[in-house]
């Protein structure tokens, strides 16, 4: 069985570290697999780029580039929802790649920003191969958007869509959804999701509604992400060893979905009434965003080295996660596996991944107060309580996440494809 993994990227972001420990972990349980990306950013043997030549270096940038220049055009030079939708209108046709040739199952994951166009899948999908697809938003069964919040149109047909300036019954969202339908239509195509509640979703929409949707976690490295010395992990990044460290991350940080203004407004208040706190923060962010934090506030900008990051979750008392829109999230699942009790949003899939007051603190969307009283609950409780949160939290990972039990559902459902 030889298997094709395809992403945007092999490190940047949720969906390209998951793809990336999706493959490792199938190459650790004996199945043949390669990645094809579009940005490679690691020295990885498995993985390969589209971009090989400085030329197609060039075509990747007029393909991004144009893409955002249409949408910037069609949304009357507004670049307020710039990425909270793609048209795929530009991408490279891999259909003749050599990795896809030798493919016995194409496994597509995040593919947009000039990777893979529709008209690209289309050509993917008139080899007759099976294709999985892992959804890791909802831009698969949508017209245009990857997170439609509370809008429920693609359950019928997109268009009037809130995301643009000037929305119509038959806008840009009803055109692109139509498109998909007709390519998903004779499909061969094997959608799964990373959480109950994208498959839920996905089921609802009709672009899916015929489809077998099944749903799959991602996988962790549960060797790399584990406990460790608190005290050693602080002083490996220099940390102070007498306060309580509430802890807070993501890829991009400035993106207004993962919540980040609500934690600082949260933890402005808690700071009037508890001087023993500090707020560590990692992600991709700016100078300006810097200058503007309190001084108990770290700013560790974007980390992609794994002993760091292991470190960071060993280090702090809590993990907060105050997303608005939220699937399966890797930094949640990271916290977990290394002990950390996680306070969230009860959003999307996170509810899947954190029990109340067992591993962790749910708290009703954009509640700062409650917010606030989940985090005070992590750092002022007893120390028996708080062992065992840790306890819970290792244990939730190692039942539902461990690489191994990931990797044979996958096996699974590609040699059941394959038998049919």
Not at 205 to 213: D, F, H, T, V
């Amino acid at each position: 069985m030889k298997v094709l993994l395809l992403n945007n990227s092999d490190n940047l972001g949720g969906a390209a570290i998951a793809a990336n420990r999706l493959m490792n972990a199938l190459i650790t349980n004996g199945i043949e697999t390669k990645t094809l990306v579009l940005n490679k950013k690691t020295d990885d043997e498995n993985v390969v780029s589209v971009k090989t030549f400085f030329t197609k270096q060039l075509l990747a940038s007029f393909y991004f580039l144009w893409e955002r220049f249409i949408i910037f055009i069609y949304n009357r030079l507004s670049r307020k929802n710039l990425f909270k939708i793609s048209i795929a209108n530009a991408g490279f046709d891999v259909s003749k790649h050599f990795l896809v040739k030798n493919a016995d199952i194409i496994h597509l994951h995040w593919i947009n920003q000039g990777f893979l166009s529709l008209r690209s899948i289309k050509k993917l999908i008139k080899l007759g191969k099976p294709i999985v697809w892992t959804m890791h938003d909802m831009w698969n069964f949508t017209g245009i958007c990857h997170h439609a919040q509370t809008c429920l149109n693609y359950t019928q047909n997109c268009g009037n869509c809130h995301y643009l300036k000037n929305p119509k019954n038959n806008d840009i969202s009803y055109t692109h959804f139509n498109r998909k339908k007709k390519i998903y239509s004779n499909a061969q195509l094997f959608p799964v999701t990373c959480s109950n509640w994208l498959r839920q979703a996905a089921e609802k929409s009709e672009l899916l509604r015929n489809k077998p949707i099944i749903s799959i976690p991602n996988p962790i490295d549960i060797e790399i992400f584990k406990p460790c010395c608190q005290v050693v992990a602080r002083h490996e990044l220099s940390l102070p060893k007498e306060k309580k460290i509430i802890l807070f991350g993501a890829a991009n940080i400035n993106d207004n979905r993962k919540g980040l203004s609500i934690l600082l407004n949260v933890f402005k208040q808690m700071v009037d009434n508890q001087k023993n706190i500090e707020l560590v923060v990692f992600g991709k962010t700016t100078d300006k965003f810097s200058e503007q934090v309190p001084s108990q506030v770290h700013i560790l900008n974007y980390v992609s080295n794994n002993e760091t990051l292991v470190n960071l979750y060993n280090a702090a008392d809590v993990f907060v996660h105050p997303s608005l829109d939220e699937n399966l999230p890797n930094t949640i699942m990271e916290a977990l596996a290394c002990g950390l009790p996680v306070v969230a949003f009860q959003t999307g899939g996170i509810p899947e991944m954190i029990t109340h007051k067992e591993n962790g603190y749910l708290v009703p969307p954009e509640n700062e107060s409650e917010l606030a009283k989940g985090i005070e609950y992590m750092i002022d409780n007893d120390n028996d309580t708080i062992q065992n949160l840790r306890i819970n939290a290792r244990n939730k990972v190692e039942t539902n996440y461990d690489p191994q039990i990931i990797a044979k559902q996958y096996e699974k459902l590609y040699s059941s494809i394959l038998e049919k």
